[in-house]
């Protein structure tokens, strides 16, 4: 239980830290006052700092003295959300319509007591620890850019683990599966275009609203009728936009939606299955069309050894009965899933900061706070994990 009582002695330290880093939030490419308290913080433990090249972002290194071994590679996210606080807290954000609605300061905060619970043990490790501490995650950019930056590289890394606040579980657990973790996240666009004309004589036009209508419910049987049903799939038309006057059939509709997958094959088949339906609409209802489709970040899949081995590092420093398996993955996205694709041994676990009785904090709200009691779990369990990667 050492790394425990580490973790639970730099508590005070991570919550100002945390604080500190709520109160002044940036956006993702523009963490620059982020990047630079990073680095401050590190420099304390006496963590090197190599040069990415990049405006924000930081990337510490520690050396363990046992010798060569393993490069285990920890990463954390550094941006905060367009939105407007609304906590009554004394660090309440300083930025206007900017704040960390996300928990993305827990996590920057919890990824620098690793860092520090590290270098008090490096006389027992060997090999290298790097603390990826990375911006942009909302934009999903940030973790190409950093890969682009050699992150991963010179030598290359074995292992890569990250964590993510979670209201699906309580303080004090971990929550982690093997296999797929969360979604992959594609964008269509989707546009009909007609002759337009006037909203009374509608047999002289044709109608891109009429045609965009019929997409929508179309595009529904993609995930009833198309695709095998023990394969979770999610295809939503968030946005509409067309028209400019209440008799005027407008000259183009354009539709705006996601696509969530967990499966490759099957993320590899949807915009064939778009075209079709956009296809077979507009020549239905006399209409051209188009469709852009943009691949966004694949999906997450950890691998089992790792997650074999964050378990046991849980188990040592939260108990046995605080490591939770979660029956399904979820559909939102992370661009952690980059990574992944570069360093097949990697795993990503939730982090509990509910409190038990009380309503889970949404993300993305308003009134969401990272909760300073998740601060210890969170380090103690990524210090674990890395210790054990790199003493045995």
């Known amino acids: ?110 990824l620098l007591g690793t860092a520090h619970i590290l270098a008090s043990l490096k006389s027992q490790l060997r090999g290298e620890v790097r603390f990826l501490f990375q911006p942009a995650e909302e934009t999903l950019h940030g973790a190409r850019q950093m890969i682009e930056a050699g992150v991963l590289d010179d030598p290359p890394a074995d292992y890569i683990a990250g964590l993510h606040g979670s209201p699906l579980a309580e303080i004090g657990q971990m929550a982690i599966r093997r296999g797929p973790v969360m979604a992959s996240a594609d964008m269509a666009v989707i546009t009909f275009s007609a002759a337009g004309g006037h909203g009374a004589y509608p047999h002289r036009t044709r109608d891109p ?69 956009a296809a077979g609409i507009a020549q239905a209802f006399g209409c051209d069309w188009q469709l852009e489709y943009t691949q966004g970040v694949p999906a997450v899949q950890n691998d089992a050894s790792v997650v074999d081995q964050l378990v046991e590092a849980g188990q040592i420093v939260l108990g046995p009965e605080n490591v939770v398996f979660p029956p399904d993955p979820l559909m939102g996205s992370e661009d952690f899933a980059f990574y992944m694709e570069k360093v097949p041994k990697s795993a990503f676990f939730q982090l509990g900061f509910v409190r038990p009785g009380q309503p889970a904090p949404n993300l993305h709200n308003s009134h969401f706070n990272f909760d300073d009691g998740a601060l210890v779990p969170g380090a103690a369990v990524l210090s674990q994990f890395a210790a054990d990667m790199l003493t045995r």
């Open 209 to 277: 609203i009429l045609a965009a209508g019929h997409f929508i419910t179309a595009v529904q049987s993609i995930v009833s009728r198309q695709v095998n049903a023990v394969d979770s799939v999610v295809v939503s038309i968030c946005s509409l936009e067309s028209g400019s006057a209440f008799n005027i059939i407008p000259r183009q509709a354009v539709l705006k939606g996601t696509v969530r997958t967990l499966n490759k094959s099957v993320r590899q088949g949807i915009p064939n299955m778009l075209e079709e339906k």
């Open 1 to 110: 239980m050492r790394i425990r009582t580490l973790a639970e002695a730099k508590q005070p330290e991570m919550a100002a830290w945390r604080h500190q880093i709520h109160q002044n939030p940036e956006l993702g490419f523009q963490e620059q006052k982020t990047t630079a308290f990073v680095k401050k913080v590190l420099k304390q433990a006496d963590i090197s700092m190599r040069p990415l090249g990049t405006p924000t972002g930081v990337l510490g290194i520690l050396r363990g003295e046992q010798g060569p071994g393993p490069v285990v590679v920890l990463r954390a996210d550094l941006d905060a959300l367009p939105m407007q606080e609304e906590n009554d807290v004394p660090y309440a954000s300083h930025t206007a319509n900017v704040m960390h609605a996300c928990g993305h300061d827990g996590h920057t905060a919890i």
